[in-house]
Structures are given as C-alpha cells and as structure tokens.
T-cell receptor, first 111, second 116 residues
Framework: SQQGEEDPQALSIQEGENATMNCSYK?????LQWYRQNSGRGLVHLIL?????REKHSGRLRVTLDTSKKSSSLLITASRAADTASYFC???????????FGKGTKLTVNP | NAGVMQNPRHLVRRRGQEARLRCSPM?????VYWYRQLPEEGLKFMVY????????ESGMPKERFSAEFPKEGPSILRIQQVVRGDSAAYFC??????????????FGPGTRLLVL
C-alpha cells in the first residue's frame, strides 16, 4: 500500500513566498526523508528526520515530524524560481532499508 | 567524489528484447537499491543488494526481472522480454551501509526505458 502521501498534489506560488508541503503515512517509521526531483532528472536528497526528532533545519528548509499524527511537513522559506520541482517524502519502516515514496507535490515558483 | 552513475541514460527497446541497466554506486558505498518510477508517480522499491547478495527483492516482479551486484563492477538490473508496461524511469540509489532505521540513500540520474 502507498505509504507517504503528499499534500497538496500541486502548489503554485510567487517568488519570495513560503511553500509548505505535507506528508502523511500509515505505519510506524524509523525515519522520514524528503527529496526533490526536477523534471526528467534524478532525486536530490534534502533532509532526513528520525522518528525521535521533531524538527530539523537545513538552510531555507524546515522539516517537522509528528509521529502521533503520522505526518510531516516541509517548509521552504523565501522561495526562488529554482525551487520549482516535485518534492517527495519517503519513509523507512521497521528494520527495512527500502524507502516507500509518496506521489509527490509539484511545486511551481513563478518569478 | 562522483555520485551514483547510471547508464545508459536513455534506452529504447522493442517488445521481446532484453534491457540491461547499470549502476555504479558512490565510492565507498556497498549497498545498492533499485526503484522504478512511472510517469506522474512516486518511486516504487524493487530490490536491495549488497555485494554478491540480494537482501530484499520484495518489490521485484517474479518473472523477467533480475538484479545482481557482483564483487567487481556495477550493479545490473536485467529485464528480459520487455513489454510496453516496462516503460518507466529506473533509478538506482546507494548508501554506505545499512543501518537499523535506515540510511540516507543517494540517487543516480536514472535510466529512462522506452519499449516500443
């Protein structure tokens, strides 16, 4: 079954605005990771947050994790046109190494 | 430090032919993962390998698909007798080790397979 589900499916904002994407999952996890994918390209790892962490920052990125609600959010502050991409959350469950991906949020940042 | 390398980047095959996709992990990484992505979809796990061992192939179709990661050389994902439904982007990822709780996986640029 599909684990991470991102919300919204598509998001269009103006440069300089903040973008918030959400991810929900169903089972207990060890960690949750966010990736970015530019159109037709590979995935770029953004940030990993472990199940015992609640918040993590990396540059303009802020990720939160609420294990009681089985949800995570990715906030991109002061967005730029170059942030236009699809963003995926991925979870690792139990003792497994494999990542389970959602369908992604397609973010468009208009200049 | 070169990232994960995949080749070819694009592959066109006719129905019934074989497709071989190659993945060289990042230097120092001994764990390789293969994922498949259909258009407008997220990635789906296929197989997880360490050198000379298949650790988890729960996402791999039982027929026509096989994977290996030999002691020397790249990891190979092999699809025999391809069908149109195999058309997808195939991504390889690597990590330095497998840790309980997971490890950051670094992805290659992918191989886009088109079956005519």
């Amino acid at each position: 079954s599909q684990q991470g589900e991102e919300d919204p499916q598509a998001l269009s904002i103006q440069e300089g605005e903040n973008a918030t994407m959400n991810c929900s999952y169903k089972t207990s996890i060890n960690n949750l990771q966010w990736y970015r994918q530019n159109s037709g390209r590979g995935l770029v790892h953004l940030i990993l947050i472990r199940s015992n962490e609640r918040e993590k920052h990396s540059g303009r990125l802020r990720v939160t994790l609420d294990t009681s609600k089985k949800s995570s959010s990715l906030l991109i502050t002061a967005s730029r046109a170059a942030d236009t991409a699809s963003y995926f959350c991925a979870t690792a469950q139990g003792g497994s190494e494999k990542l389970v991906f959602g369908k992604g949020t397609k973010l468009t940042v208009n200049p | 430090n070169a990232g994960v390398m995949q080749n070819p980047r694009h592959l066109v095959r006719r129905r019934g032919q074989e497709a071989r996709l190659r993945c060289s992990p990042m230097k120092g990484h001994s764990h390789v993962y293969w994922y498949r992505q259909l258009p407008e979809e997220g990635l789906k796990f296929m197989v997880y390998l360490q050198k000379e061992n298949i650790i988890d192939e729960s996402g791999m179709p039982k027929e026509r698909f096989s994977a290996e990661f030999p002691k020397e050389g790249p990891s190979i994902l092999r699809i025999q007798q391809v069908v149109r439904g195999d058309s997808a982007a195939y991504f390889c990822a690597s990590s330095p080790r497998g840790l309980p709780g997971g490890e950051t996986q670094y992805f290659g640029p992918g191989t886009r397979l088109l079956v005519l």
